[in-house]
């Protein structure tokens, strides 16, 4: 009898001693719920095939708006398990009027190892910067076969297990470098969720988070039928699965490989060295453009402002750098920002950096105060390196900047379908009109031209030249041929005038435009963030 009892404790003891830390078991149960370790372990290729949406990320009307989105259809994504492979097929249909029109676009794109690629329509292979392959990487373990699979790696670190609400939670490193969160369901131990961090220019140090929902048996395993990835609080990708295959066709060694034109060539480290031009296009107006998205400086008497800091800190601070090297004897003082969208937003915490005044419509001024003060620290920027506060001044509808050297009307380009944040400036001594997106010189679809000549028409515009933040300066009347025949009148001969309202400023005065005859001291076109 005591014999018996004495093999029971040892039993117990041993069993106890056994028994796997906290997070070693948070592990161990999600490989069970989904099937079993060793079937788990046993995957090799899997294939997803779907459709659902993509979310139009940092581009829809306002920051915080989430109703704009691409229709996806075909989509499939193989992923090679093993050998850290992954492609996507997928046609995307905008819901919202595009700027490159309403057509349907295939899209390809894939990631071998460390390297991420994208081949075009027309079977044109490119390289894509090593920031981008890294999320590729990434995205390939958002999902619960592959994070599950990745964690049971005897070369994986687990830590930090804890639980919050009704998730178990779990720290993962990955054989390979990269770091995710995994949660799974307290009850029935099946992953609900996986994070991992990546860099943005504009949200800085972002969360990813794919969610998993609807599990069904697919080959002895248990695998979700919903897959939900947001970035930040901005879904970005909304997948509902039709068929999933483990282990059957994901296309040919060569299919999930990268083509040989990525392949050779050369790694992109980061955004390319910024190439400024310079173009006096009237006195005191310097067109500054040389790549893909042009800045525009303007003299005022004692200081200087900039058009545009697009992009990110790179093209933003080689901007500001050529403003600075034309006027050295004038501070460059202000950015006047046209609209919210990232690829115009970037290099706005870069001008914050430089000590710059951000002048932009009142519905950003939130964002970029969130944005300002966001932590970079996977990319430290400008702004990371050099801590400033924002200085901010926001424009409702209209804002004269004016002194006795320069005059600039800023207009808000009302019920335009790309944003309603978007900022036009009008230069009305030199004719000239500076805009972003609603207008792109040589474009094949102009879909917002319209809606630009009415906000045209409406303010009594006499322009000569379009200065456009996208593509070459064009007289008007090549503008005018954007739009639809019924819909063009040439203002060129009007001639109005009126009494505008204004305010004093240290920088000079700043009319309110178009308030009629009154005139009084009025500040309700300035707000203070």
Same mark, same amino acid.
């Given at each position: 009898?005591?014999r =018996?009892?004495l093999a029971?404790?040892?039993?117990?003891?041993?069993?106890?001693c056994?028994?796997?830390?906290?997070e070693?078991?948070?592990i161990?149960d &999600?490989?069970?719920a989904l099937g079993?370790?060793a079937?788990? +372990?046993?995957?090799?290729t899997?294939?997803i095939?779907g459709? !659902?949406?993509? !979310?139009?990320?940092g581009?829809?009307?306002?920051?915080d708006a989430?109703?704009?989105?691409?229709?996806?259809?075909?989509?499939k994504?193989a992923?090679?398990v093993a050998?850290?492979?992954?492609?996507?097929?997928?046609?995307r249909?905008p819901? #919202?009027t595009?700027?490159?029109g309403?057509?349907?676009?295939?899209?390809?794109?894939?990631v071998d190892g460390s390297?991420?690629?994208?081949?075009?329509?027309?079977g044109?292979a490119?390289? %894509?910067a090593?920031a981008? &392959?890294?999320?590729?990487r990434?995205e390939?373990y958002?999902h619960?076969?592959?994070?599950?699979?990745?964690?049971?790696?005897?070369?994986a670190?687990?830590?930090?297990?804890?639980?919050h609400d009704?998730e178990?939670?779990?720290?993962?490193?990955?054989a390979n !470098?990269?770091?995710f =969160?995994?949660a799974?369901?307290s009850a =029935?131990k099946?992953?609900?969720r %996986?994070v991992s961090?990546t860099d943005?220019?504009n949200?800085?140090?972002?969360?990813?988070?794919?969610s998993?929902a609807?599990? +069904?048996? %697919?080959?002895g395993?248990?695998l979700?039928?919903?897959l939900t990835t947001?970035?930040d609080?901005?879904?970005?990708v909304?997948?509902?699965v039709?068929?999933q295959i483990?282990?059957?066709d994901a296309g040919?060694d060569?299919?999930?490989?990268?083509?040989?034109?990525?392949?050779?060539?050369?790694?992109?480290?980061?955004?390319?060295?910024?190439?400024v031009t310079?173009?006096?296009?009237a006195?005191? /107006?310097?067109?500054?453009?040389?790549?893909s998205?042009?800045?525009v400086?303007v003299e005022f008497a004692?200081?200087?402002t900039?058009?545009?800091?697009p +992009?990110?800190?790179t093209r933003a601070?080689? /901007?500001i750098?050529?403003?600075?090297?034309?006027?050295?004897n004038?501070p460059l003082?202000? /950015?006047i920002?046209?609209?919210h969208h990232?690829?115009?937003?970037?290099g706005?915490?870069?001008?914050?950096?430089?000590g710059? =005044?951000?002048i932009t419509?009142k519905a950003n &001024?939130?964002f970029?105060q969130?944005?300002i003060?966001r932590?970079?620290?996977?990319v430290p920027d400008?702004l990371a390196k050099?801590?400033k506060?924002?200085k901010?001044?926001t424009i409702d509808?209209e804002m004269?900047?004016?002194d006795r050297a320069m005059?600039v009307?800023?207009y808000?380009v009302a019920?335009?379908?790309?944003?309603?944040?978007l900022l036009m400036?009008y230069?009305?001594?030199?004719?000239?009109l500076v805009?972003a997106?609603v207008?792109?010189?040589?474009?094949?679809?102009?879909?917002?031209?319209a809606?630009?000549?009415?906000?045209?028409?409406k303010?009594?515009l006499?322009?000569?030249r379009?200065?456009?933040?996208h593509? &070459?300066i064009?007289?008007y009347s090549?503008f005018l041929?954007?739009?639809?025949?019924?819909?063009? /009148?040439d203002?060129a001969?009007r001639n109005?005038f009126?009494?505008?309202? #204004?305010?004093w400023t240290g920088? !000079?005065?700043?009319?309110?435009?178009?308030s009629?005859?009154s005139?009084g001291?009025?500040?309700?076109?300035?707000s203070y963030?």
């Open positions: 009898m005591a =018996t009892i029971v404790l040892v039993a117990a003891t041993l069993g106890a056994a028994q796997a830390p906290p070693q078991q948070i161990n &999600a490989a069970s079993g370790r079937r788990v +372990q046993a995957v090799k899997l294939v095939e459709s !659902g949406i993509n !979310g139009n990320l581009q829809d009307m306002t920051p989430t109703g704009q989105a691409f229709t996806l259809t075909g989509y994504r992923i090679d050998a850290g492979r992954a492609r996507i097929e997928q046609t249909t819901n #919202f595009y700027f490159q309403q057509q349907a676009q295939k899209q390809v794109l894939g390297m991420g690629y994208n081949i075009a329509v027309n044109t490119t390289r %894509v090593n981008v &392959a890294t999320d590729r990434a390939i958002h619960p076969l592959t994070i599950v699979r990745a964690a049971l790696d005897p070369a670190t687990l830590s930090q297990p804890r639980t009704s178990r939670i779990v720290d993962v490193a990955t !470098g990269l770091k =969160t995994l799974i369901d =029935t099946l992953p609900t %996986v961090m943005n220019a949200l800085g140090d972002v969360a990813i988070e794919t998993f609807d599990y +069904q048996d %697919v080959s395993l248990k979700p039928t919903h947001k970035t609080r901005y879904t970005t909304d997948i509902k039709t068929k483990v282990d059957g040919d060569s299919d999930l490989r990268a083509p040989a034109a990525a392949a050779l060539a050369a790694p992109i480290a980061g955004p390319p060295p910024a190439t310079t173009e006096e296009i006195k005191g /107006v310097w067109f500054l453009a040389g790549q998205h042009h800045s400086l004692d200081h200087l900039l058009i545009e800091a +992009q990110n800190d601070r080689a /901007v750098a050529k403003a600075r090297e034309l006027r050295p004038k003082t202000q /950015v920002n046209t609209h990232f690829d115009h937003s970037g706005i915490r870069a001008a914050v950096s430089e710059l =005044t951000v419509q &001024a939130a970029y969130d944005a003060s932590s970079h620290s996977i400008a050099s801590p506060p924002l901010i001044e509808e004269v900047l004016k005059t009307n800023l808000r019920g335009s379908a790309h944003a309603d944040t400036a230069f009305p001594k030199e004719r000239l805009e997106d207008f792109s010189p040589a474009a094949a679809v102009q879909p917002y031209a809606n630009l000549l009415e906000n045209i028409k303010h009594d006499k322009i000569d379009i200065v456009p933040i593509g &070459a064009v007289p090549e041929k954007a739009v639809p025949t019924a819909q063009r /009148v203002h001969s109005r009126s009494v505008q309202t #204004f305010s920088a !000079g005065l700043r009319f309110p435009v178009g009629g005859m005139i001291v009025s500040r309700r076109y300035r963030v």
